[in-house]
């Protein structure tokens, strides 16, 4: 905000009156603000980039809000209530995230912070198949890789070969997830409690998935 700026909003907190842009006479204003800010203002004051009396008007009541990077314990609640937003805003039914989904988005870094987390959480529900829970696999980014890699037993790793040609998506995501349950299955002789542990589903998960995608456990 400029300096000029700064000071007429100064003006109106301080005096309560204001004269919209074309009036001859000053109105009352009845108002709180609340303000927020990543700039270091303390720093600004001392560059006479921003004025020290309004610092001190708007600063009554300071809040301080770590990134989300140093809250991690927030990221389920605040993934469950953006998966909520989706959900009503698109007119889905109810979505839900699994274990193995949330440990990877508190791993993330989140240099944007919570809006990066709502874009996650947003491109995920959007990618998830009716029915089905939010899973790692479809988290967008590197992470989700070497964490899917963790999660395979041993001696039993997978390896994909991507096409070139793909030309639906969300096909191209449900061939995955097949392959990935149907290796996992065989793994556990057919055993869907142990293969649900294994990729950190809920066991009426998996058999939903087995029951959506059509797989033949034998």
Known sequence: MPLALQAKLLR????????????SEE?????????????PLREHI?????????YYRLGQFPLNLPPLAERRDDIA??????INDFCLREEREEVGITPAALRLLKQRDYPGNVRELKNLIDYACAMTPQGADIDAYVLPGEQEVESSRASTPQGNSM??????DIDDLRQALRDVETAIIRQRLRHFGGNRAQAAASLGLPKRTLAHKCQLLELDTK
């Open 46 to 54: 001392r560059t006479q980039q921003f004025r020290a009396d309004l």
């Open 77 to 82: 609640q605040l993934a469950q209530s953006f």
């Open 27 to 39: 109105r009352c204003a009845d108002l709180r603000l609340v303000a927020a800010t990543h700039q």
């Open 159 to 164: 390896a994909f070969t991507l096409p070139n």
């Open 12 to 23: 109106v907190l301080e005096s309560g009156r204001y004269r919209p842009l074309g009036a």
